[in-house]
């Protein structure tokens, strides 16, 4: 296996999922693992995990680059597009901020239903495994389609449970990714996505969804165009 973020090839890995999270969403032996691979198996030469490799795919195919991503920011190419960053997408962002067009919006202070950018500011809107925390996943979605340019695209990625549909967790009792007492409701899961995650994409009026994977199923990463 390959790390598309620096072109290492040694990886660790651990568990990270806990007992209290895997009964709230009903995760089985099978799906315990994959989500463990997906957050817990890392690059030993940069860190990134399975789901922020993923991601780096997406970023780089939108980019139209077979370089490492590491070795993109740095380009000529990388210099002429404006990235916007929602929340810190996974490891990745010590290595976008190194893109002289990046920009970077801290969640929950920055709000997905209500981006603070005119429309169509920005080549990539880029977020990881926050979606699930915005009340209206769609609108959201909608907001970050709306800064994006013409042909611009979003990349994200979802926590994924692929042998299941999606569902919202209205009316269970709160699930959270992270503690609670640190977290506070800002991390509260409201969707948990399913093998239909990509629908909400085309609902939201993206022409164009593209799904990338590191070790099927552990990490799917997404990319959506607006035309």
């Known amino acids: 296996m390959l ?36 957050q817990g198996e890392c690059c030993v030469s940069c860190g990134s995990n399975l789901r922020s490799i993923a991601l780096a795919n997406a970023l780089r195919a939108v980019s139209g680059t077979t370089h490492m991503l590491r070795d993109f920011v740095g380009s000529a190419e990388a210099g ?3 990235i916007l960053e929602l929340n810190a997408a996974g490891t990745l962002n010590p290595v976008l901020s ?44 909608v907001e970050c389609r709306r800064v994006l340019k013409p042909r611009g695209a979003l990349c994200l990625t979802v926590p994924i449970i692929v042998g299941r549909m999606s569902r919202g967790r209205t009316g269970l009792p709160k699930s959270h990714h992270g503690s609670p007492e640190e977290a506070g409701d800002d991390y509260v899961v409201h969707t948990e996505f399913g093998a239909d995650a990509w629908c909400f994409l085309m609902e939201a009026g993206y022409s164009e969804v593209t799904i990338f994977q590191v070790a099927y199923p552990a990490a799917l990463a997404m990319a959506a165009r607006r035309y």
Do not use: N
């Not at 890995?13 to 009903?26: E, K, N």
């Open 98 to 141: 190194k893109m002289p067009g990046h920009v970077f919006g801290a969640y929950p202070q920055v709000d997905l239903h209500a981006l603070p950018w005119p429309d169509e500011t920005f080549d990539i809107v880029v977020h990881s495994d926050t979606l699930e925390h915005v009340a209206s996943p769609i609108h959201a979605l």
């Open 80 to 82: 002429h597009i404006r």
């Open 3 to 38: 790390c598309t973020v620096c072109g290492g090839t040694e990886f660790t890995a651990h568990p990270v999922l806990w007992a209290q999270l895997i009964d709230q969403w009903q995760l089985s032996p099978a799906e315990v693992a994959y989500v463990d691979r997906q």
